[in-house]
C-alpha cells in the first residue's frame, strides 16, 4: 500500500514539478558526459597535460555538487511545506511520523531515480557531442563510439544520490520536530509577511544602487589588484545584491501603502501586489539567483574569450611547420635533421642564427615602458633599475638585443607566404607582435641601433605572425641588413623547416627526448656538465611577455603544438561552460518550481478577474506580463553586474592576448546563449501557469 501510494505521489508530483525534474535529468546528463572525459584512457594517452583537465572538472564538479546539493535541499524542503498540510492529514487518519518521513523519502528518491535514469540516456547522446567538438577542436578524427566507462558512471551516481540522501536525511529530522499543529499551518506560515522598519530599508536601493557604480568605477580605475583586494569586492558585491533586493521589496510595499496615483493604472495594482508578495518572501533567494546568473553570465563569457583566442591567435604565433632552437649558435641541427628525414616528410630545411652586439636597449625599453612589468624595472627616480634588469629572473627577454640579417628574414617570410622586404643599406626595421607594437605605438625615436658604418636609420615597423615566442626573439626582432649583421657576433641557432602534409603525431616528443639524450660542448669542443650547460642556455633563452596563454618551447612542431594548446584551452572552456549551465538550469529551476507551485493559489485570483469581465485573452496577458516582472528582475540585475565586469574582463583579455574583437561582444554572445536557455524555461513556466489557472 505504501508503496502504491508512493508511487501515485511520485506521478503526481513529477506533473507538478516536471521542470525540477527536467533540470536533474540535464544535470545527470551533464556530470555523466563531462566524467566520461575525465576517465577517458584516450585522452589520458593523448595528451602530456591531461592532468588539467582532471584538475578543472574536479574543481567544476566540487562547485556544482554545492549547488546540486542546494538546489534539493531546497525542492525537498519547498515540496514537503507545499504538502505539509496533506501530510497532516495523514497523521490525522492513523499513520505514524516515521511512516510518513519513510513514504516522503521513498518518494523523492523514486523521483530522484527517473530522472538519473533519464539523465543517464540523454548522457550517452550527449557524451558523443561532446567527444566529437572535442576532437574538433584539437584537430583530430574522431568515430562515434559508446565509451560507458563504469568509473565515469560510479562517480556520476555517487555524486547525484550523495546530495539527495543529505537532503533527504535533513528533511528526516524536520519530521520528527513537527506536529500536526505545525504540519497544518505550515504553508500558512510560510505566506506570512513580517513587516518592520519598511520606511528606513526603503533607503537601502539608492544606496546599493550607488554602491554598483562605485563597484564599476573601482573594477575599471583600481591598478593594485591582488587577491585580498578582489575577495573583498566580490564579497562587498554580493552583500550589495541582498541589500537591492532588500531594498526593492520595502520600496515596493511603501509605494502600495503610500497609494500612489500610478498604481491604479490599468493592471499596475494587481500585478505589483502579485510581485511584491513573491519578492517579499523570496528577496534573499532573489539574490542568490542573480548571484548564480552572475556567475553563470561570466562563466560563459569567459568561456568564449579562450575559444576565439584558440580558433584566432594560435595559427598567427606558430606559422612555421616546425622550429628547432638551439643555444649553441654553431650547432648544425645534424641529429635533429636526421631523425626528420626517418619521421617526417621534410620539403625543405633553413638554418639560421639569432645575433647580438653587446646592446640590451631594446629590452631595457620594454622592461620599462610596458604596462605588463608596471614599476618592477624602475627606481624610485624614474630611470631604469640596470640591475635588476641585468639579473633576468622571468625571462622574458634575452640578456642582450636579438638582431636578424634581412637575407634570412626575407627567406623565412617566404616559407610561410609573405612578401620580401628592401632595406637601405644604412636602415633598420623592427618586426614585433602586433599586440606588443598597439601598446607601445612607434619609439623607434629613443633607440640608437649600431650598423658598422655607424647608427642606421629607421625604416618601418612590421607585426605579422613570425613565432616570436623565444624562436625569432622574444616579442621582437631587429632586422639589420646583411652588412651591418657582420659586425655583430651568432647568439643562439634555429631551425626552420616546411613539411609536406601534416606532422607525424608525436614528433614533438620525440625531438625533445632526442634532446635529452644529447651532450652540451663547451667552445673547446669539451662536454659540459649539465649545471654549466644550463647556464649558458639562460642567457640566450627568452619567452616573450605573453601572459594568458603561453606556449615557450624549444622545439615546436605545429601540428603537434596546436592540438596541445586547444586541448590545455578546452580544459578551461568547456568546465567554465559546464558551471555556468548547471548553474543557471538550477537558478531557472527555482524561479519556474516556485511560480508554478503558487499557480493554484493564483487560479482563485484570475477567476475574480474574468468574473469583473476580463476575457481569457487579457488574463493571459497579465500573467505574462506577471512572469515577465518575476523573471526580469534578477536577469536584469545579473545582466547589468556582469555586463560591466565581462566589459572589464573582456578588455583585459584583449590587451594580454592581443585579440581585436571589442570586450562587449563576450558578453554579447554569452547573453545571447544565456537568454536561450532562460526563454525555454519562461516558456515552459508560462505554458504551465496557464495551464494550472486555466483548469
Not at 523519502?105 to 558523443?128: D, K, P, T
Not at 667552445?523 to 647556464?535: D, F, H, K, L, Y
Not at 544565456?674 to 524555461?681: N, R, T
Request: proline content about 2%; overall charge negative; glycine content about 8%.
Amino acid at each position: 500500500m505504501m508503496f502504491k501510494l508512493a508511487v501515485q505521489n511520485v506521478r503526481r508530483s513529477a506533473r507538478d514539478y516536471l521542470v525540477y525534474f527536467f533540470t536533474m535529468a540535464v544535470v545527470t546528463a551533464l556530470m555523466f558526459s563531462f566524467n566520461t572525459l575525465l576517465f577517458s584512457r584516450d585522452l589520458l594517452n593523448m595528451f602530456e597535460t591531461a592532468g588539467i583537465m582532471e584538475v578543472m572538472i574536479g574543481l567544476a564538479t566540487f562547485f556544482i555538487l554545492l549547488i546540486i546539493a542546494w538546489l534539493i535541499n531546497y525542492m525537498v524542503r519547498f515540496i514537503l511545506e507545499k504538502r505539509s498540510r496533506e501530510f497532516g492529514i495523514y497523521l490525522l487518519i492513523g499513520f505514524k511520523k516515521k511512516e510518513i518521513a519513510k513514504l516522503y523519502i521513498r518518494e523523492n528518491l523514486i523521483l530522484g531515480a527517473g530522472a538519473f535514469a533519464a539523465g543517464l540516456v540523454f548522457g550517452i547522446l550527449l557524451q558523443q557531442i561532446l567527444m566529437s567538438v572535442f576532437y574538433a577542436m584539437v584537430q583530430m578524427d574522431y568515430h562515434l563510439h559508446l565509451e560507458f566507462n563504469k568509473n565515469s558512471l560510479l562517480m556520476t551516481f555517487s555524486c547525484y544520490f550523495f546530495c539527495y540522501l543529505l537532503a533527504l536525511f535533513r528533511c528526516k529530522r524536520r519530521f520528527k520536530k513537527m506536529n500536526i499543529h505545525d504540519l497544518m499551518d505550515s504553508q500558512k506560515k510560510n505566506e506570512e509577511i513580517k513587516e518592520s522598519h519598511e520606511r528606513g530599508k526603503r533607503v537601502l536601493l539608492p544606496v546599493s544602487l550607488v554602491f554598483f557604480v562605485i563597484f564599476g568605477l573601482f573594477l575599471f580605475c583600481y591598478k593594485n589588484w591582488d587577491t585580498g583586494v578582489l575577495v573583498l569586492f566580490l564579497v562587498g558585491l554580493v552583500l550589495v545584491i541582498y541589500l537591492f533586493y532588500t531594498g526593492v521589496s520595502a520600496w515596493i510595499f511603501c509605494y502600495l501603502r503610500e497609494r500612489r496615483d500610478g498604481m491604479y493604472r490599468g493592471n499596475t495594482l494587481f500585478l505589483l501586489r502579485q510581485f511584491s508578495a513573491k519578492i517579499r518572501t523570496m528577496s534573499f533567494t532573489m539574490g542568490s539567483l542573480t548571484a548564480l546568473f552572475t556567475l553563470a553570465l561570466l562563466g560563459s563569457a569567459v568561456a568564449f574569450m579562450f575559444n576565439h583566442f584558440q580558433s584566432e591567435i594560435l595559427k598567427d604565433k606558430y606559422p612555421f611547420d616546425l622550429q628547432i632552437n638551439s643555444c649553441d649558435p654553431e650547432d648544425d641541427f645534424r641529429r635533429e635533421m636526421e631523425l626528420l628525414e626517418k619521421e617526417a616528410d621534410v620539403e625543405e630545411y633553413y638554418r639560421y642564427c639569432i645575433y647580438e652586439n653587446g646592446t640590451n636597449q631594446m629590452n631595457t625599453w620594454l622592461y620599462t615602458h610596458l604596462r605588463l612589468f608596471g614599476r618592477e624595472y624602475l627606481k624610485e627616480d624614474n630611470t631604469p633599475d640596470f640591475e635588476k634588469i641585468k639579473e633576468n629572473g622571468d625571462m622574458t627577454y634575452c640578456d642582450l638585443d636579438t638582431y636578424m640579417c634581412l637575407s634570412d628574414y626575407n627567406h623565412l617570410r617566404k616559407m610561410i607566404g609573405l612578401s620580401e622586404i628592401t632595406l637601405e643599406e644604412n636602415a633598420y626595421a623592427i618586426h614585433m607582435k602586433e599586440r606588443v607594437f598597439l601598446e607601445t605605438g612607434d619609439f623607434s625615436g629613443e633607440l640608437s641601433i649600431q650598423g658598422g658604418d655607424g647608427e642606421l636609420s629607421f625604416a618601418g615597423y612590421y607585426t605579422e605572425g613570425f613565432s616570436q615566442d623565444g624562436h625569432n626573439g622574444g616579442d621582437y626582432l631587429i632586422i639589420v641588413p646583411d652588412a651591418a649583421i657582420k659586425e655583430m657576433r651568432p647568439y643562439y641557432a634555429e631551425l626552420a623547416a616546411d613539411l609536406k602534409g601534416e606532422a607525424p603525431s608525436g614528433l614533438n616528443d620525440k625531438l625533445d627526448d632526442l634532446e635529452s639524450e644529447g651532450y652540451k660542448y663547451n667552445n673547446q669542443g669539451q662536454v659540459m656538465t649539465e649545471e654549466a650547460a644550463e647556464e649558458e642556455e639562460l642567457g640566450n633563452f627568452c619567452c616573450g611577455s605573453d601572459t594568458i596563454v603561453v606556449y615557450a618551447m624549444k622545439n615546436i612542431v605545429r601540428d603537434n603544438a596546436i592540438p596541445e594548446i586547444k586541448y590545455m584551452l578546452f580544459a578551461i572552456v568547456f568546465p567554465l561552460f559546464y558551471v555556468g549551465l548547471v548553474f543557471l538550469c538550477v537558478a531557472l529551476t527555482v524561479l519556474s518550481v516556485q511560480q508554478l507551485s503558487d499557480s493554484a493559489k493564483y487560479k482563485f485570483r484570475y477567476q475574480v478577474l474574468s468574473q469583473i469581465g476580463y476575457s481569457r485573452g487579457e488574463i493571459s496577458g497579465i500573467i505574462l506580463k506577471q512572469l515577465l516582472w518575476y523573471y526580469g528582475c534578477p536577469l536584469l540585475a545579473a545582466l547589468a553586474i556582469s555586463g560591466v565586469i565581462a566589459v572589464y574582463t573582456g578588455g583585459k583579455f584583449n590587451f594580454y592576448t592581443g585579440i581585436k574583437t571589442p570586450g562587449f561582444m563576450y558578453f554579447l554572445i554569452s547573453s545571447l546563449f544565456f537568454m536561450g536557455i532562460y526563454s525555454l524555461y519562461f516558456i515552459l513556466t508560462y505554458i504551465g501557469f496557464k495551464r494550472n489557472v486555466e483548469k
